[in-house]
């Protein structure tokens, strides 16, 4: 297996896919705090939506309702709402300013789980500037910027 050929048009490498209780309210909200665009979204007969794809610059987030009818064998997908606020993953999304991302976020009512600062890993690895923060259902997300790359080797 090798990742040397280019994705076909339009997605990117990795593309996740969240599930929420309520998917309309939080693409709405993803839009809104996170400056998220909407690509595409498909709402099903009874409303929910089967599928959507949300733009993060050139990266690619999907998002649609944990339980929906038109995938009935999704049977494993739930929010972290449903579970208590269990998580098994975070998004990283790189952005341009995390102090000004940090702060739209925050006015859109995401909750703040860690403010911005600089990480220094040191030469080898190089610095980051960025927060995390929990979305309207409890997925968490890492926005953060490079503010210093790995040293020449």
């Not at 896919?17 to 909407?38: H, Q, S």
């Not at 999907?62 to 998580?87: C, D, F, I, Y």
Request: charged share 25%.
């Amino acid at each position: 297996m090798s990742f040397a050929k280019p994705s076909h048009a339009g997605w990117p490498r990795v593309a996740p896919a969240l599930f929420y209780d309520d998917a309309a309210a939080a693409i709405d909200w993803l839009v809104r705090a996170f400056d998220l665009k909407v690509r595409l979204r498909i709402d099903g007969d009874d409303g929910r939506v089967v599928h959507s794809e949300l733009e993060c610059g050139d990266g690619l987030v999907m998002v649609a309702n944990a339980k929906n009818p038109a995938h009935p064998e999704l049977t494993h997908t739930r929010s972290p709402r449903s579970l208590a606020g269990a998580n098994t993953q975070s998004l990283c999304v790189v952005v341009d300013d995390p102090d000004a991302h940090c702060a739209r976020a925050r006015a859109a009512g995401a909750a703040i789980a860690s403010e911005p600062e600089t990480q220094d890993y040191g030469p080898e690895y190089g610095a980051h500037r960025g927060y995390r923060a929990i979305d309207l259902e409890g997925h968490h997300w890492w926005f953060l910027r490079e503010v210093r790359g790995p040293a020449a080797k």
